[in-house]
């Protein structure tokens, strides 16, 4: 069973994503973490963002800071990045899915549609949260400022575009025993009975 999982930032994948792995024992891929590891020294996508932008490396490798910087103050440097290190997480997102013995594999990406990679998930969960929410959890869990936070949500999809290609929707608007019981209510009508 693949269940990809989508959602804005601040909506709370995480609490969707610990609780799989902790009750169900699902193999999760981050495609975050994915691509952070595709670019530390020594990798492919290293030395090509390294080669591309040098400014962006300093002697511990790829400065994340300057990397933020540098993505969401320039549209056409954002896209030459991502035409580097999409391919390649995409592909070990795929490698890493296929090598897992894990009963349930989730995939938690902002690249799950469009790139084919939703086509080889059993389900699309939609994790939303309301808005004010999304902002006060960034502001307090990442130290964002409110401009900030709602600069980086109106960046991304809109919860109806969500939606449309999700086969479950899970409001995280709540209390997280909330989410867990709908997440157990969705896995026991599965065919394959979690």
């Known amino acids: 069973m693949i269940i990809g999982v989508i959602g804005g930032v601040g909506s709370g994948k995480s609490t969707v994503l610990d609780y799989l792995e902790k009750q169900y024992g699902a193999d999760i891929i981050k495609s975050d973490d994915v691509a952070k590891e595709l670019m530390l020294p020594g990798k492919e996508i290293f030395q090509k963002v390294a ?3 040098p400014e962006v490396v300093d002697e511990n490798g790829i400065n994340k800071e300057k990397m933020a910087t540098l993505i969401f103050s320039n549209e056409e440097r954002r896209k030459k990045i991502n035409s ?4 390649a997480t995409i592909q070990e997102i795929r490698k890493r899915m296929k090598e897992s013995q894990a009963d349930i594999v989730v995939v938690e990406s902002a690249l799950l549609i469009g790139t084919g990679l939703e086509e ?3 389900e699309i969960w939609f994790v939303f949260c309301e808005r004010d929410k999304r902002i006060k959890r960034l502001m307090e869990s ?3 400022s409110k401009e900030k936070s709602e600069s980086i949500i109106d ?3 809109t919860d109806e575009e969500y ?3 999700a086969d ?5 608007s709540y209390a997280p025993v909330d989410t867990q019981e709908k997440i157990d209510m969705i896995l026991s009508t599965l065919p394959c009975g979690f």
């Open 84 to 87: 580097i290190s999409h391919p």
């Open 120 to 122: 080889e998930c059993n």
């Open 142 to 144: 990442r130290g964002y």
């Open 51 to 53: 080669e591309e932008f």
């Open 163 to 165: 939606n449309l290609v």
């Open 155 to 157: 960046k991304q999809p």
């Open 168 to 172: 479950e929707f899970l409001d995280n």
